[in-house]
Every structure is written in structure tokens, then in C-alpha cells.
């Protein structure tokens, strides 16, 4: 399909890890990025990993890349209160330039 | 702070009425990105620039809307006889063509209420 896929939803305990998956389309995707959006503000980058990598690690983030799945995930380790937000996978469409597809987004709520 | 600033930040606007939103870009970036974000939704592309041409617009892009970016630095949005369904964040983002990822930097957004 033209989607990208992601889950809704994802309620984790402070301290706990949590883990985002996303769902891509594009297997000629050059980048894939994660995106954090805090309630009525813009779109922070967190990460992205170049698409010949199966792993990048950035502090408390990991990305896991599949590219045989076309799967691609985000785990926030020891995830804080202030992590709660919705976060975004995109896929790049090169099209003489990388167009962002995002998807629906996960909502992360982090209870203490 | 040299990120990405979009102004104003909300508007509201009756049915019908012209609205203009502006977008400046990190320094020396010669590309430019608007999107879409309606409630619930990711961000949707809308159009692109490389410096002052604009290369490619989407078909969500209806002849009221139109975009500029007369010297290749900051860029305007604007949106003709407004219809409740152009409510939504308008996102702009811009990247350097030079780094190898060509990342995009998203702004704050500008909200749009129509009335």
C-alpha cells in the first residue's frame, strides 16, 4: 500500500523501555527518520538511519531497521515523563529530492 | 536560536477571508519544504523550493493556495477565500542541499482556524 503504518497508541511506566514500530513502503527509501511532536508545537528531529544500516544507536534511542519487512523501529530506554509525546516515522521518496512521508504517528504516554 | 520560525504561530479566520503565513528558514539553507498536519494526521507535503524555484507541488495544493520565495530565503503561504477544510498546522521545514543527508528542520508550525 501507499501508508506508512504505525500504531496509534503506547502507555509505558517511567523507567520502563518503549518501543515504536513503524511500518514503511518504499524500499528504495535512502533515509528513515523518527520525528518527536510535544502537543501544539512543530516537529523535532530525534534520529534517522541511512538505509544500509540494520542499527543506530543515539544515547537512550535505538533504531532497529528490516529492510527485508520494510520495518523499522524506535526504542526509548529508561523513558522519562517528558517523552510523552507522539512520535513519527518518515519515509523518503526521492523524487530529485527527499520528500517526507510521515505516518499516522504513535502516542506515547509515560505514567510515573 | 537559528532554527526554523514561522509567524505568526495561530490564526483565526472567517470563511472566506485571505490568510498569509511566513516561514524563515535556517540560515543557508537553500531548500524549503510546507506541509499539511490535519488533527490526528502526520504531516502532509505540500510543496518545495530550491532556492527561489519552486520545483514541485502537490495535488493537495488547490489553486487558492499559493507559495513564494522571492530571493530564496524566507517564504510565504497564502491562502485564498479560506474554507473550513483549510483548518490544520502549516509546517514549513528547510534543509541544505551540501549535507549529505539533506535532513529536514521543521518550525513551529502555524495554526489556522477557519471559522
Known amino acids: 500500500g501507499e501508508d506508512v503504518e504505525q500504531s496509534l497508541f503506547l502507555s509505558v511506566r517511567e523507567g520502563d523501555s518503549s518501543v515504536i514500530n513503524c511500518t514503511y513502503t518504499d524500499s528504495s527509501s535512502t533515509y528513515l527518520y523518527w520525528y518527536k511532536q510535544e502537543p501544539g508545537a512543530g516537529l523535532q528531529l530525534l534520529t534517522y538511519?541511512?538505509?544500509?544500516?540494520d542499527m543506530k544507536q543515539d544515547q537512550r534511542l535505538t533504531v532497529l531497521l528490516n529492510k527485508k519487512d520494510k520495518h523499522l523501529s524506535l526504542r526509548i530506554a529508561d523513558t522519562q515523563t517528558g517523552d510523552s509525546a507522539i512520535y513519527f516515522c518518515a519515509e523518503t521518496r526521492n523524487t530529485g529530492f527527499q520528500k517526507l512521508v510521515f505516518g499516522t504517528g504513535t502516542r506515547l504516554l509515560v505514567s510515573p | 536560536d537559528t532554527g526554523v520560525s514561522q509567524d505568526p504561530r495561530h490564526k483565526i479566520t472567517k470563511r472566506g477571508q485571505n490568510v498569509t503565513f511566513r516561514c524563515d528558514p535556517i540560515?543557508?539553507?537553500?531548500?524549503l519544504y510546507w506541509y499539511r498536519q490535519t488533527l490526528g494526521q502526520g504531516p502532509e507535503f505540500l510543496t518545495y523550493f530550491q532556492n527561489e524555484a519552486q520545483l514541485e507541488k502537490s495535488r493537495l495544493l488547490s489553486d487558492r493556495f499559493s507559495a513564494e520565495r522571492p530571493k530564496g530565503s524566507f517564504s510565504t503561504l497564502e491562502i485564498q477565500r479560506t474554507e473550513q477544510g483549510d483548518s490544520a498546522m502549516y509546517l514549513c521545514a528547510s534543509s541544505s542541499q551540501g549535507e549529505g543527508t539533506d535532513t529536514q528542520y521543521f518550525g513551529p508550525g502555524t495554526r489556522l482556524t477557519v471559522l
Open positions: 538511519i541511512f538505509s544500509n544500516m
Open positions: 540560515s543557508e539553507h537553500n531548500r
